[in-house]
């Protein structure tokens, strides 16, 4: 019998990461392709499906060979339909993705939200393997999340669950966020948060910092070199990271009170800090949660980086369309 591979594929609003992967969850080879938005993305399920068929002829490979495609997609996703239902990034609103993907490449697909497939992923595979009840968290120029209980991904009642990045941080006054409301998680643990927040601090002090001297010779600020300057004991980026995690941990509290889970996996480009974020977010998160939830959760960084989505994608398929 031909052993059946399953296509997972992460869309993105400037690259589509896809990746043949086997029933044991191993990537066989990964690709990815430039996201064409133009004309509301409407070439983009076209664009996967030549991708594909390139990617088995240059390996010699029948299309039998696929037994289905697991994808995830930004923003709200019905699950029953694969209807995206708004993604800002791409032009698209109440959008059949699932339908033209599989007019398009003639192979079942299932669809769900990018941040819930990389929480699979890092469930399946990753840094949350063996757990069943875990909250994945992804920082990037966003926040995104995926809540899994009882090894089950909680979408809610109209595919919205898991929007961690737009729990109210600041009730009152906060910094205007994407999805129109203020004062959201997101418009402060993204790294386009902390970038904000650095360029405010730096605005509004005379701290001598290594953040003063980046900015004023480049004239630019990355969350990265706000962490590599906590690493340095810098005062004012520890300042700085530290109201950051602050923020992160007392959400993530609040959610472990809900759920009670194992672990919680910060990914996203944020999560490079390392063991610094996890160790000042794990400790905000024990001081803010129940007592009992407290002793029982464990923060870490993801482990699969950028394969976390299609490893989670190809989770989709197998769970959906393996016998």
């Not at 405010?200 to 980046?214: F, G, N, P, Q, W």
């Not at 602050?246 to 609040?254: I, P, Q, W």
Request: net charge negative; proline share 3%.
């Amino acid at each position: 019998m031909i052993e059946k591979w399953l296509v997972g594929v992460d869309l993105g609003g400037t690259t589509i990461k896809m990746a043949f992967v086997n029933m044991y969850g191993e990537i066989v080879h990964k690709w990815e392709i430039a996201t064409d938005i133009s004309n509301h993305g409407k070439n983009i399920t076209a664009d996967i499906a030549k991708s594909i068929d390139q990617k088995l002829n240059e390996l010699d490979q029948p299309k039998s060979k696929l037994l289905g495609i697991g994808m995830g997609a930004p923003g709200p996703v019905e699950m029953a339909t694969g209807l995206v239902y708004e993604a800002v990034n791409l032009g698209w609103k109440n959008y059949p993705l699932k339908d033209l993907l599989e007019v398009e490449t003639s192979l079942p697909a299932v669809i769900d939200n990018d941040a819930n497939i990389a929480a699979i992923g890092e469930m399946w595979k990753g840094a949350g393997e063996g757990a069943k009840d875990l909250i994945c968290v992804t920082l990037g120029t966003g926040v995104g999340g995926g809540i899994i209980a009882n090894g089950k991904i909680v979408h809610g009642v109209n595919g919205a669950g898991g929007e961690i990045g737009h729990i109210t941080s600041i009730p009152e006054g906060g910094a205007p966020c994407n999805c129109s409301k203020t004062g959201c998680l997101e418009t402060i643990a993204s790294a386009t948060g902390i970038v904000r927040i650095t360029k405010e601090k730096l605005a509004s002090t005379k701290t001598v910092s290594i953040l003063r001297k980046i900015y004023e010779e480049t004239g630019m600020i990355t969350a990265k070199d706000v962490f590599d300057a906590a690493k340095a004991n810098d005062a004012l980026a520890l300042e700085i990271t530290d109201y950051v995690t602050f923020h992160l941990g007392l959400a993530l509290s609040h959610l472990a009170n809900g759920l009670n889970p194992e672990k919680i996996v910060i990914g996203g480009g944020v999560s490079k800090a390392g063991n610094m974020l996890a160790e000042k977010v794990e400790r905000y998160v024990k001081r803010f949660a129940f007592p009992r939830v407290a002793e029982s959760v464990h923060v870490t960084i993801a482990t699969l980086g950028n394969d976390a989505g299609v490893i989670g994608g190809a989770w989709l398929a197998k769970n959906k369309f393996a016998q």
